[in-house]
């Protein structure tokens, strides 16, 4: 895996703002995967990303894999307090076995 | 299904003891691995396994050992503990080694004092 860098490492928003996470890479992403930890639970897997400019919706959140494959983004709309926790982006690498975990975005929503 | 667990869920050791954390996973995944947590610091892999018999290091695999004798069943075994092996410990599987999102245990939180 490579190393990803992940964008902001914390954020506040006020329930119904939107939010955003970036995840980049100096070098070409493989395959991106979205997680997301609950405070004091495990990490759960949210989806991935394959191809270049590929966009993807589920509900609320929208994620993005870049045109040169150097960055991911995670887009949640109208926050709610069931969003609060931290995502986190890893990086599969070329034919790696193993994950690479960028450090999350913890996010706050304040009711 | 109950997907993959972990036992314990919490424990504390003196500096220098043993344990042995364990991993079991009912979804006949060929691929497992071990990562921690520190607050802060995202995960961290220690060893994986792409199959029973086969195991091999991650990045942080210092002061612990694996091994895979059946596809069900990874543990880890923490010798001779130290303070920088406080930690949330998390086991995960998957189908293959990409292309498949991970499925992880709920963690052991494990404090060495």
């Known amino acids: 895996g490579q190393q990803v860098m992940q964008i902001p490492q914390y954020q506040h928003v006020q329930e119904g703002e939107d939010f955003t996470t970036y995840c980049n890479s100096s070098?070409?992403?493989?395959?991106i995967q979205w997680y997301k930890q609950r405070p004091g639970g495990h990490p759960v897997f949210l989806i991935q990303?394959?191809?270049?400019?590929e966009v993807k919706k589920q509900k609320r959140l929208t994620f993005q894999f870049g045109e040169a494959k150097k960055n991911s983004s995670l887009h949640i709309t109208a926050t709610q307090t069931t969003d609060v926790g931290t995502y986190f982006c890893a990086d599969s690498g070329a034919g790696s076995y193993q994950l690479t975990f960028g450090k999350g975005t913890k996010l706050s929503v304040i009711p | 299904n109950a997907g993959v667990t972990q036992t314990p869920k919490f424990r504390i050791l003196k500096i220098g003891q043993s344990m042995t954390l364990q991993c079991t996973q009912d979804m006949n995944h060929n691929y497992m691995y071990w990562y921690r947590q520190d607050p802060g610091m995202g995960l961290k892999l220690i060893y994986y396994s792409v199959g029973a018999g086969i195991t091999d290091k991650g990045e942080v695999p210092n002061g612990y050992n694996v091994s895979r004798s059946t596809t069900e069943d990874f543990p880890l075994r923490l010798e001779l503990a130290a303070p920088s092996q406080t930690s949330v410990y998390f086991c995960?599987?998957?189908?293959?080694?990409?292309?498949?999102?991970?499925?992880f245990g709920s963690g052991t939180r494990l404090t060495v004092v």
């Open positions: 990303l394959v191809k270049s400019g």
């Open positions: 070098t070409t992403l493989s395959n």
């Open positions: 995960a599987s998957s189908p293959t080694g990409y292309n498949y999102g991970y499925t």
